[in-house]
T-cell receptor
């Protein structure tokens, strides 16, 4: 079945360091969405990428969708304590009927 | 607060009992999704509705699970003959439009504990 894996599973960084999480799907995705979930909270939408090779930026966050539409990455520059949480990628399979979340990367920022 | 509400927020039940959860999506959102999330894992897709029609159901979902959205507004998720493995957070999300290529707004979830 479809699998969406993320690495690393956990990441501890000093405040001010950069952070990257990688998302890899076993099959082609029609889109990629990224969500952030704070401890004890629910997922909150960050962004969507649809086109092959697409890159989008939101302030210190840079999102990329791979050329084959099977992988994606989220890069945070100069992390802040407010970046703490678990970052999930998610996407639809080619039929568009099911939505798969990745395994998530939990980010801890040490002040 | 995203505007998606879920009730109850917590449910403790004994194995073998039936439970029902309710989700009220953002008004006029066409799509409604149900997910299950266990500790340290990503949300696992269960099913989704386009208005009142249930368009997809995960193969992972056993026959003990059923969901409805009778009038295209609120939705209910019922679990029959609960098992300890059903213990999880059940999340509901809604989105506008019909393509599915839209931001999903999540509710706070219902945490189920099966004793």
């Amino acid at each position: 079945g479809q699998q969406v894996m993320q690495i690393p599973q956990y990441q501890h960084v000093q405040e001010g360091e950069d952070f990257t999480t990688y998302c890899n799907s076993s099959t082609t995705l029609s889109n990629i969405q990224w969500y952030k979930q704070r401890p004890g909270g629910h997922p909150v939408f960050l962004i969507q990428l649809v086109k092959s090779g697409e890159v989008k930026k939101q302030k210190r966050l840079t999102f990329q969708f791979g050329e084959a539409k099977k992988n994606s990455s989220l890069h945070i520059t100069a992390t802040q304590t407010t970046d703490v949480g678990t970052y999930f990628c998610a996407g639809h399979n080619n039929t568009g009927n099911q939505f798969y979340f990745g395994t998530g990367t939990s980010l801890t920022v040490i002040p | 607060d995203t505007g998606v509400s879920q009730d109850p927020r917590h449910k403790i039940t004994k194995r073998g009992q039936n439970v029902t959860f309710r989700c009220d999506p953002i008004s006029e959102h066409n799509r409604l999704y149900w997910y299950r999330q266990t500790l340290g894992q990503g949300p696992e897709f269960l099913t989704y509705f386009q208005n009142e029609a249930q368009l997809e159901k995960s193969r992972l979902l056993s026959d003990r699970f059923s969901a409805e959205r009778p009038k295209g507004s609120f939705s209910t998720l019922e679990i029959q003959r609960t098992e300890q493995g059903d213990s999880a957070m059940y999340l509901c999300a809604s989105s506008v439009g019909t393509s599915g290529y839209n931001e999903q707004f999540f509710g706070p979830g219902t945490r189920l504990t099966v004793l």
